[in-house]
C-alpha cells in the first residue's frame, strides 16, 4: 500500500496568518515531503511497522504521539495516529513555531499535545463508525 499525504485546504488559530503566508516553495514542501522524513510518517510506521522496531519507534509507540520536525522551516510538527478498528488509517498532524515547542515541558505545547490527542480520538472513534456501519 502506497502512503500518501492529504493535506487541509487552510490554516486556523492564531498562527494561521504566518503559516497563511509561507511562500509557495514551503507549501509545496510541506505537501510533497515523503512520510518516511517527518512526524505525519514516523507515527504512522510506529504503529503499522514490524515489532522489531528501532527505540526511537518503540518511544513513540509508547508515548503515543510524536514530537519531530516539519518540512516548513521554523515549525515543529505534533502527530498522533487515527485509528480505525484496530488498524492505523492515518494520522493527524498540528503544526506549531519553533519556538513554542523548545521543551516538552512548556505549557503551549502541552496544551496542544493534549488538544491534539483530543481530537485524533474523536476523528478515530467516527472512523471507526463508519467502519462499522459499512461492514454490514
Known sequence: MTMERVLTAGAFGPYAGTLGSASLRQRAALQRAPLSLDASGLII??????????????????????????????????????????????????????????????????HAVHELMDSAGVISRHLTRIETRHAG
Open 45 to 110: 510506521r510506529a504503529f503499522r511497522g514490524d515489532r522489531r522496531a528501532d527505540p526511537a519507534v518503540l518511544a513513540v509507540r509508547e508515548q503515543g504521539y510524536v514530537l519531530g520536525d516539519a518540512p516548513v522551516r521554523g515549525w515543529r510538527a505534533v502527530s498522533a495516529p487515527l485509528w480505525s478498528e484496530r488498524w492505523v488509517a492515518g494520522s493527524v498532524t498540528l503544526l506549531i513555531p519553533a519556538q513554542d515547542a523548545q521543551r516538552q515541558s512548556d505549557p503551549r505545547l502541552v
